[in-house]
């Protein structure tokens, strides 16, 4: 692999024992809370006739990489700070950088999808159910998985070829692109013109997809002339707006930017905020947020 470095010291988040033993146990609760949060949004889809729809067929699968999304973080970053785990193998650093920028490409294109979905059940919403068909869905989901890792395959071998020669310790409780640039002693300007590159493609051109879309979902609500329908129509978007918000706005500043070794310690907050804490707060906001799901919790509860 080109370098002399075969492994990595993650630093995670200096302090005392007894504060880093506060933050494992809110990690540990937060990852728990995520999981069955996200499994139940998949059980609850599954379980239900009425939410065979390519709505919740996307949000079935934007649960399912939430929870990979976060696995890949977590599990880790509580060793690291109990002191178990600080060391990681260069490649399995690059793995890790993979998989996790592979996952998040594909949720940007995966809430993207899901605000075009949204934009012709309102805008379309008497010839929806041709539009948007299951082979139609399931081929864009598809391709969201598929682009998402695709994208960052170039990206991925390209760190891959940097040189390490030392120091070794990584300010991080993961590897990601800004931590590996920061420690290279090679030319790192192919990595970093790469990750601009991909980033505009994926984060930015998603990005425009969604707001294009729901452009037109906002032009076609204020045209509905009642009120209730007005309410009723965008209830059917607010809570996948509310997701598109958060994730964007970490998103952009971590990666939507010309140089990649800027404000680590400040970009180890807002990765926790991206992998940590959005993973967990996407099944509330669907849940608390959309009157379909919370009948059918409740129909589920019933039956029980």
Known sequence: NGTSVEEFILLGFPGSWQSRV???????????????????????????????????????????????????????????M????????????????????????????????????????????????CLMNSVLSVRLALSSWLGGFLSISLLAFLTSRLTFCGPEVINHFLCDIDSCLALSCSDTWPVELATFLVSIIVVVASC???????????????????????????????????????????????????????????NKIVNTFNTVVTPLLNPFIYTLRNKEVKLALVRAFQKK
């Open 22 to 80: 506060s933050l494992v146990m809110v990690f540990a609760l937060m990852y728990s809370l995520t999981v069955i949060g996200n499994a139940s949004i998949i059980a609850l889809v599954w379980s239900s006739s009425n939410l065979h729809t390519p709505m919740y067929f996307f949000l079935c699968n934007l649960s399912f990489l939430e929870i990979w999304y976060t696995t890949g973080v977590v599990p880790k970053a509580i060793g690291v």
């Open 82 to 129: 109990l002191g178990s785990s600080q060391t990681i193998s260069f490649s399995v650093c690059i793995l890790q950088l993979f998989f996790l920028l592979s996952l998040g490409s594909t949720e940007c294109f995966l809430l993207a999808v899901m605000a075009y979905d949204r934009y012709l059940a309102i805008c379309y919403s008497l010839r929806y159910s």
């Open 208 to 266: 425009v997809v969604t707001l294009v879309s729901y452009m037109y979902i906002i032009s076609s609500i204020l045209r509905i002339q009642s009120l209730h329908g007005r309410k009723k129509a965008f209830s059917t978007c607010s809570a996948h707006l509310s997701v598109v918000t958060i994730w964007y706005g970490s998103t952009i500043f971590l990666y939507v930017k010309p140089s990649a070794q800027n404000s680590l310690d400040l």
